[in-house]
């Protein structure tokens, strides 16, 4: 009988069940270590998630994405492309590469290479080596060593929006299934954080230009700016207004407000904002774009890709995108508005194309409003006028030509020399008040049109061709000056007055000019007299013969009289209604 085989087994026993029990003591230790990896990494990503919504601000949120990214995923380098018009990278937000190496790596990226083909194909994807894959397009010089990647799509509303990048994981390691895991949660975090972002910047941006709206009709309506002209074209103050506050909420590169030109077709700038601003102010443009010219007359605001083939460069400097807005109201188109982006801003935004329209609307409408407002002022002073004149010309002339009469009948009472003599000379001034009276029931009537003053226009151009002279020239009118109707005769009148003025200006060297306009007896006469240098035979080129022949076609006539020395005398003369 054997009686040592259960002591055998009980002493054989007790060791391979401390076996058994080390390993799953192991085991649960690992379990218990991956436990805590994954708690790790929730706290991380929950961290990230936590990080990520922190901001509102859209520039802002993506820089938080890639930061906490990297920190998550403990990479050295991360990116987040945004992707843009036709496929391509619209911005390009990295962390870890600073500023300075950014500008000596040179542009950024815009879509080749892996980075396309996570455009093309929004898939998750991990690389041992970036540089051994079949589309890896090579790094430009300065660009530091990276070679474990990482790359997921973010998406918004189920739209691609764009891709996020992660290179260099710390200790040389490879990207892992579970580190992708992690950067596609992220990424889904991100998205609504983005898209937040995106409704908090278009909310912002919409209240901003209506407030844009707000404040300029207030400046226009408000008593800052008097309207002294009757057009769009002509109030330049607005408009330089307008462009501006435009240029500001756009964040355009030049903002510019065209007017329909003389010239059928073309419009003129009268109001710029920008850098360049000063290059456009003033110009014509022919606008030769159909696009363009479609959106006059209340046509939907359009984008044109680049600026530079309608309006050329700015100072030799390429331009971007183009957005033309139309300036029109109650059928009446008054110009457009063109907003210009700098060479490789991108495009404008949805938010400024549809409240751009807006603010244009706004501004015109204030315009409108404006011009009505100051119609309403000029009938009360046309009729104040009408009631002047009437009562200058049925009261005061009649009661002055009476009492001249009176002071005639007096002769017959007396027949001293001295006497007549002071008669005939009271006789006489009051003939004269009466036709002065005359002459200023004319301008009166005159002005009650809508049109500027032909006096004022006379004095304008007086000033303005002889803006560099040390004196002031004399200037006379006299006559119905303010009453003549013959737009023709008119405009070729100021035309003359400032050619002869500028000849007197740049030529004769005189201490005096005077100038002489009248309108009487159904002529519209000019002299410009000085006491230069004078000529002996007309210097070609000085505009003589173009003053001549403006008399010529208005059926006038046109004479010069000078002598060396002895300074020079112009007439012209043309018949007028």
């Known amino acids: 009988m054997n009686m040592s085989s259960p002591d055998r087994e009980q002493t054989e026993n007790p060791p391979a069940a401390g076996i058994r029990i080390e390993e799953l003591l192991t085991d649960f230790l690992a379990k218990a270590g991956e436990l805590l990896h994954a708690q790790q990494h929730m706290r991380g990503l929950l961290e990230a998630v936590v990080a990520v919504a922190e901001d509102l601000s859209l520039e802002a949120v993506l820089d938080r994405v890639v930061t906490s990214a990297c920190r998550l995923l403990k990479a050295r380098y991360g990116a987040l492309g945004v992707i843009g018009e036709g496929k391509a990278l619209s911005h390009f937000i990295t962390v870890g590469i600073d500023d300075a190496l950014a500008r000596r790596i040179g542009p950024r990226p815009t879509g080749h290479g892996v980075l396309g083909l996570l455009i093309s194909e929004p898939v998750p994807l991990r690389l041992h080596d970036l540089r051994e894959h079949s589309m890896s397009y090579g790094f430009p010089a300065n660009h530091p060593p990276m070679k474990s990647f990482l790359g997921v799509p973010i998406r918004v509303r189920d739209v691609v929006f764009g891709n996020l ?132 007359g209340g046509g939907p605001p359009v984008l044109i890709d680049e600026a530079g083939p309608i309006l050329g460069s700015a100072d030799g400097k390429s331009l971007g995108q183009l957005l033309a ?15 210009v982006r700098a060479p490789g801003a991108g495009r404008f935004p949805t938010t400024d194309i549809e409240m751009g329209a807006v603010f244009g609307s706004h501004v015109v409408l204030a315009l409108e409003l404006d011009r009505v407002h100051r119609l309403r002022e000029q009938l009360v002073l046309f009729t104040d006028r009408d009631r002047i004149a009437k009562d200058l010309h049925d009261v005061v002339i009649q009661r002055l030509f009476a009492a001249g009469l009176s002071i005639q009948s007096l002769r017959r009472f007396t027949s001293n020399g001295a006497a007549l003599e002071r008669i005939d000379s009271v006789t006489a001034e009051l003939d004269k008040t009466i036709r002065d009276l005359r002459d200023t029931i004319y301008s009166l009537r005159a ?125 012209w003369a043309v018949p007028v209604r």
């Open 165 to 296: 990048y992660l290179t260099e994981k710390e200790d040389g390691e490879d990207f892992t299934q579970e580190d992708e895991d992690l950067a596609v949660a992220l990424a889904a975090a991100a998205g609504v954080a983005i898209e937040n972002a995106r409704l908090y910047e278009d909310a912002r941006r919409r209240a901003s230009w209506l407030e844009a709206c707000m404040d300029v009709t207030g400046k226009m309506l408000g008593g800052d700016h008097v309207l002294e002209q009757e057009s769009l074209e002509e109030s330049n103050w607005g408009l330089n207004l307008i462009a501006d506050r435009a240029l500001r909420e756009s964040g355009a590169y030049l903002s510019l407000i065209l007017i329909p030109a003389e010239s059928s077709g073309a419009y003129r700038v009268l109001g710029a904002s920008g850098e360049q601003a000063g290059q456009f102010a003033g110009q014509v443009l022919a606008l030769d774009s159909e696009t363009v010219r479609g959106v006059a």
């Open 325 to 339: 807005i139309d300036l029109s109201a109650h059928g009446a188109h008054h110009g457009l508005l063109l907003l």
């Open 447 to 571: 002005g009650a049109g809508e049109r500027e003053l032909l006096s004022s226009r006379i004095l304008q151009a007086v000033r303005a061709a002889t803006r560099s002279l040390p004196f002031a020239p004399h200037l006379a009118l006299t006559g119905a000056v303010d009453s003549v109707l013959d737009d023709d005769a008119v405009l070729n009148l100021l035309a003359v007055i400032s050619e002869a003025l500028s000849n007197a200006v740049r030529h004769s060297g005189a201490g005096s000019i005077s100038v002489s306009v009248s309108a009487e007896n159904g002529r519209l006469q000019l002299a410009v007299e000085d006491d230069g240098c004078g000529f002996a035979d007309p210097v070609p080129g000085n505009g003589l013969a173009n003053m001549e022949r403006r008399a010529r076609e208005l059926n006038g006539s046109f004479s010069v009289d000078s002598a060396p020395q002895s300074g020079t005398r112009l007439e």
